[in-house]
C-alpha cells in the first residue's frame, strides 16, 4: 500500500501571525494512498496547514514536498494538489459539468477529454444525470459530492478537504462519511481531511494526526488514539474520559504502584502512553474510559475497584449512560450494558481491569 | 460606462479594505451622491474649465460618469460582499490564475450587477438636467432642449414629448430592474436548474 516517496511530505512548517504561533514546527509525512485526518479543536492550526499545502497560506518556514517535489514556493495555481472546500465554494454561474471540468480546461485538456472526464467522475458520486444543473438547484449533499468531484477531476496527486461536512445535517454527513470513505478507497488517492469531529476523524481514517496549539500530539491509527492516547488533551478531546490524578508510589519491575486518593492502584508499566514516562513521586494521570468500567464488585486479582453513589442514568436502548458520584465527590462516567438494576440515589460498585486504563505523565 | 469602468475597480479596492477604513473609504465615495447636484455641477464646470477641457460632449460624459461612480460602487460592493472568498480560491486551486480568476469566475459573478449599475447609471444620466446644463455648452441633451423650447411659449407638442419621455424611462427602468433580478435570481435561489447558460 505504501510507496517509496511519500505523497506529501512537511518539513518543520512555521506560521505565525503576530505572537501567535498558528504553525508550531509541524513535520508530518504522509504515505500514498492512505486517509489521514488532522483533528484538533478551532483554532488549533489544522486549516492553516491544509491551506499552506495547496499554497494559499504561506508558511514563515519550513519545506512541502509534494511527490518527492519541492513546491514550497510554487504558485497556488501551479501546485498538483487540490482542495475540497467547507462551504464547496462551486461556481454559480457554470454547470455542474462546467464546474467538475474547470480543473481539466486549466490544464489545457481537449473538450471532449474534459467531457469524458465529467461524465465519469459524476458516475464515481453517483450523480449521473446532474451534469446540466446549476449548483443551486442541487441539495446540500449533492453540493458535496460536487465539489468532491471537481477537485478530483484533474488527477491530483492528494485530495486536501476542509470539514467538507460540516454544514451537512447528522444523517447526511453519516452517509457521506461512508461516500467519502467508498470514494477514496476505489480512487486510491491520498486524502487529508481536517475536522473538530473525533467522531469523524475515528470513523474514517487510517491515520489520525491530533494536533493542538499548533502542533501534532499524536499521529497514530484511531485505534491507538482511542485506547493510548500520548497527552492528557487527547485523552480528554477524542472520547469519553474519567481522569483520575494519581502519584507515582512506586516501581517494581513491570508495574507501578499508583496512590489516588486514599486507594493504591497497581498497574502495568506498559499502559504508560504519554512519551515520557514518570519517575517515582512524579505526578500523573489515570484515562479510564467509560465502557471499561464493570458493574459489581470483582474476585479477579488485581482489579481496580471503586464505589459511589448512581445519582443519573441516560437509557440509549443498547447502552446506558450512567453518572456515578464517589465518596470524595469525584463524578464519574460509566457506560453500561442494560439492564441496569440500581436505582438512582443507590450504592454502586465499579471495577475495572488493571490494563484498561491509561496513564499520562503530567496533570 | 465611464463609470461602470471606473466604479468597479473601486469597488474591488474597498472589497479588500476593512474596518474604519472601510467606512471612510465608503463615506468619501458616497459624498458626490450626496451633495446637492447644483454645488456638483457648479464645481464640475469650475474643475473643467481649470484642466482645460471645453464644454460638450466630453464635458457632459465627464460630469455624468463622475456623478454616476457612487451608483456603481454600492451595487458591485453589494453582490461583491455575497460571493464567498473561497471562491476564487477555489478557482486558483484548481489552477486559475489572477488575470482567469477575474475573467471566468468575478466578472460572470458580478455581471447582473454590473448590466444593473449600467442601466441605473444610463437612466441617471439621459433624466439629468441641471450637470448637462452646466456643461453643455452648445451641446444640448434632452433635458435640457426641453427646458430650452419651454422658455419660447407652451407648446402642446412638448407635453407630449414629456409624456412619452417619462412613459419609456419608467418603462426601461421597470424592465431593467426585472431583468437583472431575473438573473441575479438564477444564480442565488435554486428556481431555474434547466436555465440555459447565456
Given at each position: 500500500?505504501?510507496?517509496p ?20 514546527d509541524?513535520?508530518l ?5 492512505v ?10 492550526g489544522k486549516s ?10 504561506e ?6 514536498l509534494?511527490?518527492g517535489k ?7 495555481h501551479?501546485?498538483p494538489?487540490?482542495?475540497?472546500f467547507?462551504?464547496y465554494?462551486?461556481?454559480?454561474h457554470?454547470?455542474?459539468?462546467q464546474n467538475?471540468?474547470?480543473?481539466c480546461?486549466m ?23 446532474i451534469a446540466?444543473r ?11 459530492r460536487v ?9 491530483p ?16 454527513r453519516?452517509d457521506?462519511?461512508?461516500e467519502?470513505k467508498?470514494?477514496?478507497r476505489?480512487?486510491?488517492k ?10 469523524e476523524?475515528m ?5 489520525v ?6 502542533k ?9 488514539i482511542y ?7 487527547i ?11 494519581a ?5 517494581d519491575?513491570d508495574?507501578?504502584t499508583l496512590?489516588?486518593?486514599d ?8 499502559r504508560v502512553?504519554s512519551?515520557r514516562k ?13 465502557e471499561?468500567f464493570?458493574?459489581?464488585a470483582s474476585r ?8 459511589g453513589?448512581?445519582?443519573d ?12 458520584e464517589?465518596a470524595?465527590e469525584?463524578?464519574l462516567?460509566v ?8 436505582g438512582?440515589g443507590?450504592e454502586i ?8 486504563l491509561a496513564i499520562?505523565a503530567?496533570? | 460606462?465611464?463609470?461602470v469602468?471606473v466604479?468597479l475597480p473601486?469597488?474591488?479596492a ?8 472601510r467606512g471612510?473609504l465608503?463615506?468619501?465615495i458616497?459624498l458626490?451622491a450626496?451633495l446637492?447636484?447644483?454645488?456638483s455641477a457648479i ?9 482645460g ?14 456623478g454616476?461612480?457612487p ?7 453589494t453582490?461583491?460582499?455575497t460571493?464567498?472568498?473561497n471562491?476564487?480560491?477555489a ?14 469566475i ?15 447609471c444610463?437612466?441617471?444620466s439621459?433624466?439629468d ?5 452646466f ?8 433635458p435640457?432642449l ?12 412638448l ?14 427602468g421597470?424592465?431593467?430592474e426585472r431583468?437583472?433580478?431575473?438573473r ?15
Open positions: 500500500m505504501t510507496d516517496v511519500p505523497a506529501i511530505e512537511l518539513k518543520n512548517i512555521c506560521k505565525a501571525y503576530g505572537a501567535l504561533r498558528v504553525i508550531d509541524v513535520s509525512t504522509i504515505e500514498r494512498g486517509f489521514i485526518t488532522l483533528l484538533g479543536p478551532s483554532g488549533c492553516t496547514l491544509l491551506r499552506s499545502i495547496v499554497g494559499l497560506a508558511p514563515d518556514s519550513g519545506t512541502i509534494v511527490d519541492d513546491i514550497t514556493n510554487a504558485a497556488a501551479n501546485r494538489v487540490k482542495m475540497v467547507q462551504d465554494a462551486l461556481f454559480p457554470m454547470t455542474v459539468a467538475i471540468g474547470f480543473g480546461e490544464q489545457g485538456m481537449e473538450k471532449s477529454a474534459i467531457a469524458r472526464r465529467s461524465t465519469e467522475l459524476l458516475e464515481l458520486i453517483r450523480l449521473p444525470d446540466n446549476y449548483p443551486d438547484a442541487l441539495s446540500g449533499g449533492q453540493r458535496q465539489a468532491l468531484a471537481r477537485a478530483l477531476a484533474p488527477d496527486a492528494a485530495l486536501l478537504l476542509d470539514e467538507p461536512l460540516g454544514a451537512l445535517d447528522l444523517k447526511l453519516q457521506m462519511q461512508r467519502l467508498a470514494i477514496q476505489r480512487t486510491g491520498t486524502f487529508v481531511f481536517v475536522t473538530h469531529d473525533q467522531q476523524a470513523s474514517m481514517s487510517d491515520l494526526a491530533v494536533m493542538n496549539k499548533g501534532i500530539e499524536q499521529l497514530d491509527s484511531p485505534e491507538n485506547a493510548n492516547p500520548a497527552t492528557l488533551f485523552a480528554d478531546f477524542v472520547g469519553a474520559t474519567n481522569l483520575f490524578e502519584t507515582v508510589e512506586a516501581k519491575g508495574h507501578l496512590s489516588v486518593g486507594a493504591h492502584w497497581r498497574v502495568p508499566a506498559a502512553t512519551h514518570p519517575d517515582v513521586g512524579e505526578a500523573v494521570s489515570v484515562v479510564i474510559r467509560p471499561a464493570d458493574i459489581g479477579r486479582k488485581g482489579d481496580i475497584q471503586l464505589s453513589r448512581l445519582t442514568q441516560t437509557y440509549l436502548g443498547d447502552r446506558v449512560h450512567l453518572n456515578v464517589t470524595d469525584k463524578s462516567l457506560d453500561a450494558r442494560p439492564p441496569i438494576s440500581i438512582e443507590a460498585r465499579l471495577h475495572c481491569r488493571a490494563d484498561n499520562i503530567g496533570r | 460606462m465611464i463609470s469602468a466604479g473601486i469597488a474591488f474597498v472589497a479588500r479594505t476593512s474596518g474604519v477604513m471612510l465608503i463615506a468619501l458616497l458626490p450626496f446637492p447636484v447644483v454645488v464645481s464640475l464646470r469650475i474643475f473643467i474649465g481649470r484642466i477641457l471645453e464644454t460638450g460632449t466630453a464635458a457632459i460624459a465627464f460630469g455624468h460618469a463622475v454616476s461612480v451608483f456603481v460602487v454600492i451595487m458591485v460592493l453582490r461583491l460582499n460571493m464567498g472568498r471562491m476564487a480560491d478557482a486558483r486551486n484548481l489552477g486559475a490564475d489572477d488575470v482567469i480568476i477575474l475573467v471566468r468575478v466578472l460572470p459573478y458580478l455581471s447582473p450587477a454590473l448590466l444593473g449599475a449600467f442601466m441605473f444610463l437612466l441617471l439621459f433624466e438636467f441641471v450637470r448637462s446644463f456643461l453643455g455648452g452648445f451641446e444640448q441633451t434632452f435640457v426641453l427646458f430650452a423650447r419651454l422658455r419660447f411659449g407652451f407648446d402642446p407638442g407635453a407630449a414629448i414629456s409624456t412619452l419621455v417619462l412613459i419609456a424611462t419608467t418603462g426601461f421597470l424592465y431593467a431583468f437583472v433580478r431575473k441575479s435570481l438564477r444564480s442565488e435561489t435554486s428556481l431555474t436548474s434547466g436555465a440555459k447558460n447565456d
